[in-house]
């Protein structure tokens, strides 16, 4: 029986470095883009980017197909980000500094005025934008029951775009939209949620039953058997 039990702890570890590798080619391809963006000053006119619109699709699609793979090299990384969130914001028209409500109601609209090719990638930088902003929360600045606000404003987002645009192709939808991303997302949540449960503990109005916590569980994984690490690709 030995050899067998070594066997799949060797191929489970084998495959966990692969998923890892991965994740942090992913997250270092945005890394990269994101750090060669450039800012052109010019008198009596707004700051003028010249970017790729990748980086932040590929940085938060490393972290979330593992977390591990998170770090900053930079002393201006947050810097850097914030410039890659502005220009990517203003290429697609996102909404990631507005309420889920406003975000919906501004979704729908200029889909129909407008079409895909447009709220796609707009949609797409709201969420990841949503989803970086929990990761620096939860992981920066030590405040997880905000970044699980944000992972949870995402998933409404994401669960009201999929029963509203059922019947439109993902091609159409977009990445965000497939199980595999709401997937990722779900895990992020869940995790960030099981940490946040001490700071109900020192706020009664809130508390965090375990009643809650299974229900968050089962919601995380009940639609969404896929292989772990498959979190979705591109956003347009």
Same mark, same amino acid.
């Given at each position: 029986?030995? %050899? ?7 191929? =489970? ?13 992913? +997250? ?5 883009? /994101? ?9 009596? +006119? ?23 793979? +998170?770090?900053? !090299? !930079?002393?201006?990384?947050?810097? /850097? ?6 220009? *990517?914001? #203003?290429?697609? *028209?996102?909404? %990631? /500094? ?7 109601? *501004?979704?729908?609209? =200029? ?9 796609? %990638?707009?949609?797409? #930088? ?11 929360? !939860? ?32 091609? !159409?939808?977009?990445?965000? +939209?497939?199980?595999?991303?709401? =997937? ?6 869940? *995790? ?5 449960? %001490? ?38």
């Amino acid at each position: 029986m030995m %050899p067998e039990l070594e066997a799949a702890w060797q191929e =489970r570890m084998s495959s966990s470095a692969w998923v890892i590798h991965g994740a942090y080619e992913e +997250f270092k391809r945005g890394v990269d883009l /994101m750090k060669s963006l450039k800012k052109v000053s010019v008198p009596g +006119f707004p700051m003028r980017y010249h970017g790729n619109t990748e980086a932040l699709t590929l940085i938060s699609n490393g972290i979330m197909r593992d977390m591990r793979v +998170f770090h900053i !090299d !930079d002393p201006n990384w947050i810097e /850097m980000y914030n410039d890659q969130i502005v220009f *990517e914001t #203003t290429k697609s *028209e996102g909404w %990631p /500094m507005q309420s889920l409500e406003t975000v919906i109601e *501004e979704a729908r609209q =200029r889909q129909r005025e407008k079409g895909w090719g447009n709220v796609r %990638p707009a949609l797409s #930088t709201t969420v990841r934008a949503w989803i970086m902003r929990a990761v620096f929360d !939860d992981n920066l600045r030590g405040e997880p029951q905000i970044a699980e606000e944000f992972l949870k404003r995402s998933l409404d987002l994401l669960e009201w775009g999929r029963q509203f645009w059922k019947n439109v192709p993902s091609s !159409d939808r977009g990445a965000i +939209f497939e199980d595999t991303f709401i =997937r990722g997302v779900r895990s992020m949540h869940l *995790e960030t949620f099981m940490r946040v449960r %001490p700071y109900h503990s020192a706020f009664p109005s809130c508390l965090c039953p375990h009643s809650a916590v299974a229900g968050v569980s089962q919601r995380s994984w009940a639609r969404f058997e896929v292989p772990p690490g498959t979190v979705a690709g591109r956003s347009s």
